[in-house]
């Protein structure tokens, strides 16, 4: 028999574990720097290229400028001078005797023909120096005015006058007659649409009866856009209740708040039929405990406070559709004779922005009485 040998022992080299290493990184190393060159390329053909060409624009216009006051200034100071000298001599000949005309005029055709000519290169050059400082002076106007062009692009268009063709560009007229004209900002348009700015105010005078709908009368206009709905319940129902009860409604399909068994929720059905929204867990509300409920939307923001505090706070996919003139309902419409939960609603408030967390507060610590 041989001699008992130990088992061989896999041997991993230095060169074999940096192999392995590099293959677990590289791949993520390449991805990173394609990335990278992906957005250089992006950057340089999206900002760098556009702003070298309007450089580029803006020197070529100076410069074309330049060349044509200096060959306009060239050329007026190569006219003859011959007859400035002549009318100078004739000046002259004027106040001198009779006799001495003849050589008055011989030292004038002299003096005309070997006078400095004024477009020699020497004397030229201090109106080429000064062109130059002028090409300078209108390339930094250009790119002051380029300048200038970007930031009123970036400002709504309100018919600002063009800097190529120094003509005010005409505004379109709406398309409803009816609409705000395109100088009124989009915050005013929304302000001045959602006037009043309480649509209704019902005060502890009127209270609605869940089991009952009733279309409330004398409501304002009621804004699409953005709005708060707030009111006190008192539960006729005990805690763990399973009944539904539909507590206000805006609109036909529009915005409600409705209490679905244990949950009060606060949503609307999109142009598509999907619910959209949230909810509230109202399983300990019970019998005589008296509740305040706020909810305010703004485009597509919903947010839901019971009692002051915020219960959830969405963004929906699509905004509400309430209509032009949207109807005020309180209460439920039985069918089919399924239980309604019973309750008392009072001091239901109507406004037509969103109200802040911070007014919410003061809603409710009020006990039901609106921040105009």
Not at 72 to 84: K, L, Q, V, Y
Not at 324 to 345: E, F, I, K, N, R
């Amino acid at each position: 028999m041989g001699k008992p040998r130990p088992a061989p022992v896999p041997v991993v080299s230095g060169v074999d574990e940096l192999n392995e290493r590099f293959n677990s990184w590289a791949p993520l190393a390449s991805a990173s720097a394609l990335m990278w060159l992906t957005l250089l390329l992006i950057w340089s053909i999206d900002v760098m290229v556009p702003a070298a060409a309007r450089r580029l624009r803006d020197a070529a216009l100076a410069a074309n400028g330049a060349r044509r006051r200096v060959a306009d200034e060239r050329g007026a100071s190569t006219e003859p001078s011959a007859s400035r000298a002549q009318g100078a001599s004739g000046a002259g000949t004027e106040t001198t005797a009779r006799g001495s005309g003849a050589s008055a005029s011989r030292r004038a055709d002299e003096g005309t023909r070997f006078a400095p000519d004024d477009s020699s290169p020497r004397r030229m050059a201090p109106a080429i120096g000064t062109e130059r400082k002028r090409a300078r002076g209108h390339t930094e106007h250009f790119a002051s005015a380029h300048n200038d062009v970007e930031r009123r692009a970036a400002l709504p268009d309100r018919g600002v006058p063009s800097l190529e063709s120094e003509r005010e560009r005409p505004e379109l007229a709406p398309a409803d007659p009816d609409a705000v004209t395109g100088a009124k900002e989009p915050e005013a348009q929304l302000m001045a649409e959602a006037d009043p700015g309480v649509a209704y105010d019902g005060g502890a005078e009127h209270v609605f009866d869940t089991a009952t709908r009733t279309e409330v009368p004398d409501v304002g206009k009621i804004s699409g856009h953005a709005g708060t709905i707030a009111f006190w319940i008192e539960p006729g129902w005990e805690s763990n209740n399973a009944d539904n009860a539909t507590l206000v409604q805006l609109g036909e399909k529009g915005l409600h708040i409705v209490k679905d068994g244990d949950q009060l929720h606060f949503g609307y059905t999109d142009s598509e039929g999907n619910e959209q929204g949230g909810s509230a867990d109202i399983a300990d509300w019970a019998d005589g405990d008296r509740r305040s409920v706020i909810a305010t939307w703004a485009g597509r923001r919903l947010a839901l406070y019971v009692d002051g505090g915020q219960i959830f706070l969405n963004t929906s996919q699509r905004p509400p559709i309430l209509g032009a003139h949207p109807q005020l309902y309180v209460g439920s419409m039985p069918v089919d004779g399924a239980p309604v939960a019973q309750g008392q609603l009072s001091y239901l408030t109507i406004l037509n922005r969103e109200a802040p967390p911070n007014e919410v507060m003061q809603m409710y610590a009020s006990g039901g009485a609106p921040q105009q």
